[in-house]
């Protein structure tokens, strides 16, 4: 377990660095540039969608948004069926910050990983997957009787 716990911290410590990396060069921080990618790969979307595409609460969410916006990388409207629905999409100057901005990954680990065999890729990506789903936090449980706990 202490193997697992320094390995984590490893990968959390090279996130940081690299974050601040991109953050230096772009002006964007990490949940900036996943916000703007999740906008230019779902195209025209709600604030919801995006929400579930990066793994951010939906306040989280509206909090990035408003600086994209802000800073004109991204334009809010809401929906002509059901106004209710606020959609987003990229503007020129979003497509442009995304264009110019390194990968989110450093380039020893995507050559590292690309030289990988597909199979050991999958299982990488698969073990990863649920490492960060049995981190996620979960909700209280509650007793018969309604009570946390």
Same mark, same amino acid.
């Given at each position: 377990m202490?193997s @697992?716990?320094r390995?984590v911290?490893?990968i959390a410590?090279? $996130?940081d660095?690299?974050s601040?990396?991109?953050? !230096?060069?772009? #002006?964007l921080?990490l949940?900036?540039l =996943?916000? =703007?990618?999740? $906008? !230019?790969? @779902?195209?025209e979307?709600?604030?919801?969608? $995006?929400?579930?595409?990066? *793994?951010?609460?939906?306040p989280t969410v509206?909090a990035?948004?408003d600086k =994209?916006e802000?800073?004109? %990388?991204?334009?809010?409207y ?6 209710r629905?606020?959609h ?5 100057? #979003?497509?442009d910050?995304l264009? *110019?901005?390194? #990968?989110?990954?450093?380039?020893g680990? $995507?050559s ?6 597909a199979d050991?890729?999958?299982?990488m ?8 789903t %049995?981190m ?8 018969e009787?309604g009570e946390?706990?």
């Amino acid at each position: 377990m202490t193997s @697992l716990v320094r390995s984590v911290r490893r990968i959390a410590q090279a $996130i940081d660095v690299r974050s601040r990396e991109v953050a !230096r060069l772009t #002006g964007l921080t990490l949940p900036q540039l =996943l916000v =703007l990618q999740s $906008i !230019r790969d @779902l195209g025209e979307v709600s604030t919801s969608a $995006i929400s579930r595409d990066v *793994s951010m609460s939906p306040p989280t969410v509206v909090a990035v948004l408003d600086k =994209l916006e802000a800073k004109g %990388m991204a334009v809010r409207y809401r929906s002509t069926i059901d106004r209710r629905i606020v959609h987003v999409r990229l503007t020129e100057a #979003g497509r442009d910050a995304l264009a *110019s901005s390194p #990968g989110l990954f450093g380039d020893g680990f $995507i050559s590292g990983f690309g030289r990988l065999s597909a199979d050991d890729r999958a299982a990488m990506a698969t073990a990863v997957d649920r490492l960060a789903t %049995m981190m996620q936090p979960r909700p209280p449980a509650f007793s018969e009787d309604g009570e946390r706990g």
